[in-house]
């Protein structure tokens, strides 16, 4: 489902003469359906980097990054928006809202971007902030003034929104007490069972062992100096 072949990640520093920085060189990572892949490697190794490659955040140098049918490296911004909507989820440490949307239609939007009715995407919604201990009260407010691990919940209950073929996740579990942790990994779990893809950063070892059926060290993509 997720295939990365060969690729390589340079950045251009403008802001410092244009001096070249070779990150990676020659990575490789396959998740098959229902497989979760943890990226593990020393700070600064490249996982956060990967994977904003994976997500068509961050451009390749070269290689194919291949999401279902669609090489992210090549793809026409259009071919990510909707690979974005409809196959690929992305679970980022930090939520990014637009202010004074109420919580529940945050965690709806990515139903409703996909066409489904409103009445399900609202229900979804408020099952999955019910699930992570997201008080009621506060689903008519938006959750920019929330606490960061509501935060971190209401982005998670977004994220596992729509049944994604694939999903990304970078540190879903930090800063959760062990009740919310336990509800995570078990949406990551039921996400696994219906045969989504997973690449995940976890510094949490005991989460990482809990879900992950594999575990990449990206350290081993680094560029040899020669
Ligand atoms: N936007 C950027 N511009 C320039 N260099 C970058 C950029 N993003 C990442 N890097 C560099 O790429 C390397 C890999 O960084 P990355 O954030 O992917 O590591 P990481 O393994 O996720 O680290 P951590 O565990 O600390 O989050 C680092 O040397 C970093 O300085």
Not at 15 to 40: D, I, K, T
Not at 110 to 124: I, K, N, S, W
């Amino acid at each position: 489902m997720i295939q990365v072949e060969n690729v390589s990640k340079r950045f251009t520093l403008h802001n410092q003469g244009g001096a070249e920085l070779e990150v990676m060189r020659g990575a490789h990572l396959g998740v098959a359906p229902g497989e979760c892949v943890a990226l593990v490697g020393a700070s600064g190794a490249g996982k956060s980097t990967l994977m904003r490659m994976i997500y068509g955040n961050y451009l390749a140098a070269s290689g194919t990054i291949r999401v279902g049918e669609l090489d992210v490296v090549t793809a026409r911004p259009r071919e990510i928006i909707a690979l974005r909507r409809e196959v690929l989820g992305y679970v980022s440490q930090f939520l990014r809202v637009v202010p004074r949307v109420p919580t529940r239609d945050v965690v709806a939007e990515p139903l409703l971007a996909l066409g489904r009715p409103a009445e399900e995407a609202r229900a979804r919604a408020e099952a999955l902030l019910a699930r992570l201990n997201i008080p009621q009260a506060l689903w008519e407010l938006s959750p920019l003034t929330f606490s960061g691990g509501e935060q971190q919940r209401v982005n998670i209950a977004r994220g596992f929104a729509h049944d994604y073929p694939a999903l990304l996740l970078d540190e879903p579990t930090a800063s959760l007490d062990a009740t919310n942790r336990g509800t995570v990994l078990s949406l990551i779990e039921e996400a696994k069972a219906r045969g989504a893809a997973i690449v995940g950063i976890f510094h949490d070892t005991e989460a990482r062992a809990r879900v992950c059926d594999r575990e990449v060290d990206v350290s081993g993509f680094a560029p040899r100096v020669s």
